[in-house]
């Protein structure tokens, strides 16, 4: 078991944003005798997917309804069925974006090969004068 102290040092967050997980329903610490939070290794692995998840891009409900799926189905079937499902989704969006950045440098390529030319006309115009 770890104090929230602990945890946020593992995780370099503040206990403000555990707190604020907790509060959201992320996360079901217990107590101690002297009511201090306290966090099992399956808080700590909750932790570890919420801090995966955001990193991928996944909102908070979405990071939810995937962590606190396991505690519905034991299986974990059901988690991972629906940690596909927004993986898919996920990837699509990605797709989208990778080919939005390749269109506009594409954009910026052929704008850059117009101004070059230009500049190097106008360079020119001027060494003649």
Do not use: C
């Not at 707190?19 to 099992?40: A, D, K, V």
């Not at 990837?91 to 390749?102: F, N, P, Q, S, T």
């Amino acid at each position: 078991m770890k104090t929230i102290q602990e945890v946020a040092k593992q995780f370099n967050v503040s206990t403000r944003t555990i707190r604020y997980y907790e509060e959201l329903g992320l996360l079901h610490p217990n107590r101690s005798s002297t009511n201090q939070r306290t966090f099992s290794k399956k808080e700590l692995a909750k932790l570890k997917l919420i801090f995966r998840g955001k990193r991928y891009g996944f909102s908070l409900e979405e990071i939810k309804e995937m962590v606190l799926l396991f505690d519905y189905d034991r299986t974990g079937i059901q988690q991972l069925e629906r940690t596909v499902e927004y993986g898919e989704q996920k990837i699509e969006e990605i797709d989208g974006k990778i080919a939005e950045l390749v269109q506009m440098k594409k954009e910026i390529q052929q704008l850059q090969g117009i101004f070059t030319e230009k500049l190097a006309t106008l360079k020119g115009e001027m060494l003649d004068e």
